[in-house]
């Protein structure tokens, strides 16, 4: 039960806003977080056929959350302190596909803000890192205790 919750969650954090504004699921991807094997999967939204698995490693860390926005998928690899960035060819070959965050981040939760800004929750150190996933920059900004998700 506990999976089907992340799927559908997944669903609804990553397609929910497009779908809303189409009349059709056509050409819509579901993207799923698969912490145990450390990948990412992409279901057709319209056959719910499990399309292409994308392995997240390296490094070993463990997926906690994603964001997507058009063709873009951030997700935060938890204890690897990581932000691994998946794209369909849609960045610059010059885009980092790995941002690396402060040391001991934890990164959980992440949000894509527009076309070059993610947003990671670090709540290892009560801190926020700005992501730019086109150059890898990053900034880190004090939050609250614990900040799991953005």
């Known amino acids: ?9 997944a669903f609804v954090a990553a397609a929910c806003s497009d779908a809303l504004e ?12 698969n912490t145990a094997s450390n990948t990412l999967s992409l279901v057709d939204a319209t056959s719910f056929t499990s399309g292409p ?15 997507a926005r058009g063709a873009v998928i951030a997700v935060a690899l938890g204890d690897a302190d990581a932000l691994r960035v998946v794209s369909s060819g849609t960045l610059p070959i010059s885009a980092p596909s790995l941002i690396p965050l402060p040391a ?19 709540p290892n150190l009560n801190s926020v890192t ?7 920059d990053t900034a880190t900004h004090a939050a609250g205790p614990y900040p799991q998700a953005v």
């Open 104 to 122: 001991g981040s934890g990164a959980t939760g992440v949000a894509i803000e527009n076309d070059s800004i993610a947003w990671v929750a670090n």
């Open 53 to 67: 698995m994308v392995d997240l490693t390296p490094p070993t860390g463990t997926p906690a959350s994603l964001d």
């Open 1 to 9: 039960m506990r999976l089907g919750s992340a799927v559908l969650a």
């Open 130 to 136: 700005e992501v730019n996933y086109l150059t890898g």
């Open 22 to 33: 189409q009349d059709t699921t056509a050409g819509q991807v579901i993207a799923v977080v």
